[in-house]
């Protein structure tokens, strides 16, 4: 995967996380679990619709909580480069 198609993944996803999740910008890190920024059932399947909308790639709630948020750029990274 190109470098600025992974960083652009991780602008999009870092952006949405702080704007619409009102996650801290400063503790977002590729480590950071998705379980700690998605506090609830809701925040997890609306975070799913969108990467939906925005990467048109499908994740399950269950497999969102459990990725850090590196695992999924390097996912959605991947899903985008084989369409």
Known sequence: MDAPAHESTTKILTAMLVRDFEADHATLTPRTP???VLIDSLMVVDLAVRVHEQFGVRLGDRELRRMALGELV?????QRSRS
Do not use: K
Not at 74 to 78: F, P, Q, T
């Open 34 to 36: 998705m379980s700690e």
């Open 74 to 78: 390097e996912l959605l990274d991947a």
